[in-house]
């Protein structure tokens, strides 16, 4: 037996289940029938020969546990049926509904009613009806009311007046009217792609879906309870649902579209042309509780601290954890006034990116190092942090340089370390900062006040807890070789950074911004260094240097280049990432390697220096016949923004195998293991070896 055919399977047998407890119950029913979801027969108002008037029928459950279902009831339950018995010459059309809710319950999913609702249906009068005044409408209604844990068959007689001629309308048809899911003026297209059905909803850009799901009318065409994938194309809202096993494309389509305020549309629709790419729009149903979420984002920020991403502002660290040294109040002071620094940058980098998506822009986490000027300025702050650690002048204030203790300087340090930190993501951190995406703005921004305390909290135990803060050196000489030497990381951020610059702006872009920084910190010498105080010589340098150093920036504007960027050397011979390639590797039925990366992620290198640009990893991935795609993400790219969107993620790095014929990738740890694609790409080729 293959996994695919398990839901048919567990559909048949719900089925049968509700089909022979409706057998067995129908005898006492008969006797004394349990009404469980009461329902009740109700017209609109009087109607002519030759017009229409509406009926409902209403259902009241006897309590909130009890729920009924809508006419393709999903996985398990049964639908509503009718047997009317009218005058000759009198009709009803199809019951209208409003939108149904999804109810799982071990494994199947279940298209419901919960509370009291009414379905309305049009009846139509004849002009030579065989009616001739007042005339009653009866017939059995046939339906399920269930709880989570049993369901019992309900059989109503219904029984209303019809007036014929003039009169007043039933005023609660409004409200009935107004709870139905409203038909579309439009029609709907469908096609069917691989395992999935594709639909191409009309709906107005404008108009704020949420997280919406799709009811289709017809009965086992897609699999209920499966994850359903949406994507904004204009005015066009697409939805991908996998098939059910062996379902046939149908001739047309109607059903449901559930927005997440509760309202509800209808749509009727034929074999056509669905849009691909899109905007995605990632579905909240199946994210973790907040609070999971939010320890998840508190760890990630806590391990960010020993990430390779990190290790630039480690020097900052290492000395603000020597000041705490010091008295109690003093590092209750340093360690709060740092962690109010991180979490405010935190904050505003996570505000900002939520603002910069809800305006449209297609940015996730580190979209600041996706501007020059960032990088710009990030490379001047390197420079001057590192000339500044192995004395060249002194920045008063400032926790970093190794005085007393000052909240403004701790603050300044909790402030630079969170915006240097956080362009990476560790464990833990892309399934917080993905729901972040989609979670309501309070509690999104939760989640980056949970990540800058967890960047923080190693500071603020040294901070408050005694016994940890004993253990450090006190405070000594020692600490001025030990800022030289912490010159060293520095250094070595900014020449990082300076190959940054040249990957995207080319030679002449990096040359000019060296000039800069070299004019910057002509300025900050004068400015502050302690040989350097007499104003007769300090006025003219500090006119040159803030003449020259503005200038140097404006021209560093004019020379960059993106044309003229670097491409890296690729061991894998790796094409550049679009969904039309991934498509058509996979439609090859090879394994595809995808991954994700980008000049200014730490992480990324890394991973790509261990195990993926090695010679092992090149042969077995060539051995397999793999195809490698390679997303680079140092530039802003709404592409790739939008697919890391669907995969749930915010930022990089993103590492996804999908082996041949398999539906779904296996998304790999954002620390890679050096056998990791070995591994996978000879699971791969193992049964192709004696075919190749």
Not at 34 to 62: C, H, M, Q, W, Y
Not at 553 to 574: I, R, T
Not at 620 to 632: E, I, K, M, S, T
């Amino acid at each position: 037996m293959t996994s695919a055919s398990l839901p048919v399977i567990r559909r048949v047998f719900a089925a049968l289940v509700a089909l022979l407890g409706a057998v067995l119950m129908l005898p006492v029913a008969a006797q004394a029938q349990d009404t469980n979801i009461a329902a009740r027969l109700l017209v609109e108002g009087p109607v002519a020969k030759g017009g229409e008037t509406r009926i409902a029928i209403e259902f009241s459950p006897k309590s909130a546990e009890w729920h009924g279902y809508w006419s393709n009831p999903g996985d398990a339950g049964l639908g509503m049926q009718v047997e009317w018995h009218l005058p000759a010459g009198v009709t009803i059309a199809d019951f209208h509904y409003p939108p149904p809710k999804t109810l799982l319950i071990g494994g199947l999913m279940n298209h419901v009613f919960e509370g009291d609702y009414a379905v309305v249906a049009p009846l139509r009068v004849a002009p030579d009806a065989a009616v001739d005044g007042p005339f009653e409408l009866t017939g059995k209604a046939f339906y399920l009311a269930c709880t989570d844990k049993i369901c019992v068959p309900q059989e109503a007689r219904l029984r209303a007046v019809v007036g014929l001629g003039q009169g007043k309308d039933n005023p609660r048809f409004a409200a009935f009217q107004s709870a139905l899911a409203a038909p579309l003026d439009q029609p709907a297209r469908f096609a069917v792609e691989g395992d999935s059905l594709r639909i191409a909803i009309p709906l107005p850009a404008s108009l704020d879906v949420g997280t919406p799901h799709v009811f289709v009318g017809t009965r086992e065409l897609v699999r209920y309870a499966a994850p359903q994938r949406f994507a904004r194309a204009g005015d066009v809202l697409v939805a991908q649902i996998p098939l059910a096993e062996g379902a046939a494309m149908p001739a047309s389509l109607s059903g449901i579209v559930r927005l997440s305020d509760g309202t509800g549309l209808q749509f009727e629709g034929a074999p056509g042309t669905v849009p691909t790419g899109g905007e995605p729009i990632r579905m909240g149903s199946d994210l973790p509780p907040w609070w999971a979420l939010l320890g998840a984002a508190l760890l990630g920020g806590l391990i960010l601290n020993i990430m390779p991403c990190v290790f630039p502002i480690l020097s900052l660290k290492a000395l603000s954890l020597a000041k705490a040294g010091g008295s109690e109040a003093s590092a209750r002071k340093d360690a709060l006034a740092y962690t109010a620094g991180v979490v405010l940058a935190c904050l505003a980098l996570g505000g900002l990116l939520l603002v910069l998506r809800a305006s449209g822009e297609a940015v996730g986490w580190a979209f600041q190092l996706q501007e020059p000027g960032v990088v710009v300025a990030l490379f001047l702050l390197a420079v001057a942090l590192t000339a500044n650690f192995l004395g060249a002048f002194e920045i008063p204030g400032m926790a970093i340089t190794g005085g007393g203790a000052s909240g403004r300087g701790s603050f300044a340090t909790g402030l630079l370390a969170a915006f240097v930190a956080t362009p990476c993501t560790g464990p833990f951190m892309a399934a917080a900062l993905g729901a972040a995406l989609v979670l309501p703005w309070p509690l999104a921004l939760g989640l980056f006040a949970a990540l800058g305390l967890g960047i923080a909290l190693p500071f603020l135990l040294v901070g408050f807890v005694p016994a940890i803060r004993q253990r450090l050196p006190r405070p000594g000489k020692w600490m001025v070789t030990f800022r030289r030497w912490m010159a060293l990381p520095m250094g070595l951020t900014a020449l990082a950074l300076g190959w940054l610059l040249w990957r995207t702006g080319g030679t002449m872009f990096l040359v000019v911004c060296v000039g800069a920084a070299a004019s910057v910190l002509g300025l900050l010498a004068v400015l502050l260094a302690p040989a350097q105080r007499q104003q007769t010589r300090r006025k003219p340098l500090i006119a040159m240097f803030a003449i020259v150093a503005p200038l140097l920036l404006m021209q560093a504007a004019g020379q960059f280049n993106p044309d003229a960027s670097n491409p890296s050397s690729d061991m894998l011979d790796s094409q550049p990432f679009s969904e039309a390639a991934l498509a058509q590797a996979r439609a090859a039925n090879r394994p595809v390697f995808l991954y994700f990366t980008a000049d200014w992620c730490l992480t990324c290198k890394v991973n790509e220096s261990v195990a993926i640009e090695t010679q092992a990893s090149a042969q077995a991935l060539d051995a397999a016949d793999a195809v490698v795609l390679r997303g680079d993400w140092t530039r802003r790219d709404p592409a790739i923004t939008a697919f890391l969107t669907q995969q749930g993620v915010a930022g990089v790095p993103l590492y996804l195998w999908y082996a041949p014929g398999a539906s779904a990738p296996q998304r790999l740890p954002q620390v890679l293991s050096p056998r990791v694609l070995q591994d996978l790409a000879t699971a791969s080729a193992r049964p192709d070896d004696n075919s190749r």
